[in-house]
């Protein structure tokens, strides 16, 4: 299938080199190939395959080439400086597309050496409405696919769901075994495993890292480290509490949710709001990436206790609201609270199994998966 990024990617080659990251497996190498055999000549370098290692480091791709794709280049040493030398020396005319997955993704926030020349993209795995788009499916059928096999393009697309289930097996032992190694010492890797799997069974709660390094033993300073290589590798992504005050609302303790639903160990319920952050997470990353616009997903929480599940914020102002529910259409008095607080902003409650739309005072009860067949990807 034919990604969604894909036209924009193809657009913004045109003018600067094209940043292609995000998780292991999302379709990354895939779509660059996708795009190469829309251009003459083009050339496809893996820095993992040898002879194309030799090709990069000799710098002997053909000057004929429309696009050349560097492939997991963040592995060469000293890679910024051989690229930006690369792009300036190029042949005029000529495409640059990087992808990768953790030290690329990085590389964004500190990306000094290669300012004003190129553009970035983050690949998601496959949402409700790109699978609406590719498939003709009904928005339901592409959630009902989303919360049995996840929103990774192989499981996603197996035939069989057990297909599905072997592949996340050897995706999580070889992220764990192959990438954390990237980050981590060997010594590590067993805390590191059951650190994941305790966070399987935490998703959608708020994370309380001192109690959880009590449980394994080690300093909550060692396990923020873990949490935040396992978001490096695109592995799990933190939602923060909404709050005006920055600095305060980085104190408050993160909820953690996993790219990969398939990976998520709850009810129905866990998974579904799972599979919801997932896509709105995209939807705001797709706001950044293609319009510059300072999205942020967060959650909300006050000091009674009573939450909602998402705040969608541009610019650290909330411009929208979610909360998740299986079949309860009864909306929240937060909610309801929340929504008279912000008018502007919107507030939906999103039901994964709903009769019949309708708008209650500032609340829209919507049908979760036509609302997310809605989102800008």
């Known amino acids: 299938m034919e990604r969604e990024l894909t036209p924009f990617i193809q657009a913004d080659l045109a003018s600067k080199m094209v940043f292609l990251s995000g998780p292991r497996q999302t379709g990354k190498s895939t779509l660059a190939l996708g795009l190469a055999r829309t251009r003459p000549n083009a050339q496809v370098l893996n820095w993992d395959v040898a002879v194309d290692r030799r090709v990069m480091l000799d710098q002997s791709w053909s000057p004929s080439a429309s696009l050349v794709v560097f492939d997991e280049l963040h592995k060469m040493v000293g890679w910024k400086a051989w690229l930006k030398g690369v792009f300036d020396g190029r042949v005029p005319g000529q495409a640059l597309l990087v992808t990768g997955s953790a030290r690329l993704d990085t590389f964004r926030q500190s990306g000094e050496s290669l300012a004003g020349r190129y553009f970035s993209w983050r690949l998601h795995p496959i949402t409700v409405k790109e699978w609406v788009a590719a498939s003709a499916a009904m928005p339901e059928a592409a959630l009902a696919r989303i919360l049995e096999r996840g929103g990774f ?179 929240p008095p937060y909610l309801a609270a929340i929504a008279a607080r912000f008018p502007n902003a919107g507030a939906s409650l999103l039901v994964r199994y709903l009769r019949q739309p309708e708008q209650r005072g500032g609340v829209a009860v919507e049908r979760a998966a036509d609302w997310l067949a809605r989102l800008s990807a």
């Open 153 to 331: 393009p192989e499981p996603f697309l197996a035939d069989q769901a057990t297909d599905a289930e072997r592949w996340r097996q050897l995706y999580l032992e070889g992220v764990i075994r192959e990438d954390i190694l990237e980050f981590s010492r060997i010594g590590e890797i067993r805390a590191m495993r059951v650190f994941v799997d305790m966070l399987r069974n935490r998703v959608g709660s708020t994370l309380s890292l001192a109690s959880l390094a009590r449980d394994l033993q080690i300093s909550p300073t060692t396990l923020g480290r873990y949490l935040e290589i396992l978001e490096a590798l695109h592995v799990v992504f933190t939602v923060r509490p909404f709050h005006r005050n920055i600095a305060r609302a980085l104190l408050k303790e993160p909820k953690v949710y996993f790219f990969d639903t398939g990976l998520v160990k709850g009810d129905e319920g866990v998974r579904f709001e799972n599979a919801c952050a997932t896509m709105l997470l995209r939807h705001a990353h797709f706001l950044q990436d293609s319009a510059g616009r300072a999205m942020t997903l967060n959650y909300v929480r006050d000091k009674e206790g009573r939450e909602i599940d998402f705040a969608l914020c541009e610019n650290g102002e909330p411009v929208g609201f979610a909360e998740c529910k299986l079949s309860d259409p009864a909306v």
